[in-house]
């Protein structure tokens, strides 16, 4: 089997659940206690058909103490889960100007992302409509995910979505590189 290693950004306002979600994929269990995170690296290995991954997980805070090491990693991490709380309006508001962000410093429409709309376990407290994360998802062309950090296939799920993503723009680079040098021979040729 072979080893690859990936870098990927957990962004989202606070309490939205991130910790929770990347406690379950390296540990296998729900962490019920809220400890904020101020901005915390940590490494999951996960199996990816053939491949091994290795993902080393930038855990940001959703405080806007500490927004400077957030956006820090807006430039370093290969894909973002861009996590909201479905029991939550405000969460989902902090995430779409989180994205803006995130938009203005790549500078390309094409990063890999996956929307994910958390603690789905609390539906009878719903302030954002399935439909609004699968709007938002849209308009960023990306999957997206409602779930709760308490069901470990699900958030597994999410991550692979998310490896998927970033293989998918891979190629769309390869091919746009490929067309790239295609045109550069034509025009030495002419
Ligand atoms: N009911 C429910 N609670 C959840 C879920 N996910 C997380 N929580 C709880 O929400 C609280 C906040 O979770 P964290 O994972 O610490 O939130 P965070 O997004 O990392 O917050 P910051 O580090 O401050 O940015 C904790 O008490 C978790 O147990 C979920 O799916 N359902
Ligand atoms: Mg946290």
């Known amino acids: 089997m072979t080893t690859r290693q990936v870098q990927i950004a957990v962004i989202g306002g606070c309490s939205v659940g991130k910790t929770a979600l990347v406690v379950q994929l390296i540990s296998a269990l729900f962490e019920e206690e809220y400890v904020p995170t101020a901005d915390e690296?940590?490494?999951?290995?996960?199996?990816?058909?053939?491949?091994?991954?290795?993902?080393?997980?930038h855990d940001t805070s959703g405080s806007e103490?500490?927004?400077e090491a957030r956006?820090?990693?807006?430039?370093?991490?290969?894909?973002?889960l861009a996590v909201y709380s479905i029991e939550r309006r405000r969460s989902f508001n902090e995430l779409r100007m989180?994205?803006?962000?995130?938009?203005?410093?790549?500078g390309i429409r094409s990063i890999?992302?996956?929307?994910v709309g958390n603690k789905v376990d609390l539906q009878n407290v719903r302030e954002v409509e399935?439909?609004?994360?699968e709007e938002l998802a849209k308009t960023l062309g990306c999957p997206f995910v409602e779930l709760t950090a308490r069901e470990r296939d699900s958030v597994v799920g999410?991550?692979?979505?998310?490896?998927?993503?970033?293989d998918k723009t891979a190629v769309v680079r390869k091919e746009n590189m490929k067309l790239k040098l295609t045109h550069c021979t034509l025009c030495a040729l002419l």
């Open 112 to 115: 890999p992302l996956v929307v």
């Open 98 to 106: 989180f994205l803006e962000k995130l938009q203005q410093v790549r």
């Open 41 to 57: 690296d940590r490494v999951a290995m996960l199996d990816y058909g053939e491949t091994s991954i290795k993902l080393v997980i």
């Open 158 to 166: 999410a991550f692979k979505q998310l490896i998927r993503e970033m």
């Open 71 to 80: 956006e820090e990693k807006y430039t370093t991490a290969e894909g973002f």
């Open 130 to 133: 399935r439909s609004e994360g």
């Open 65 to 67: 103490k500490f927004a």
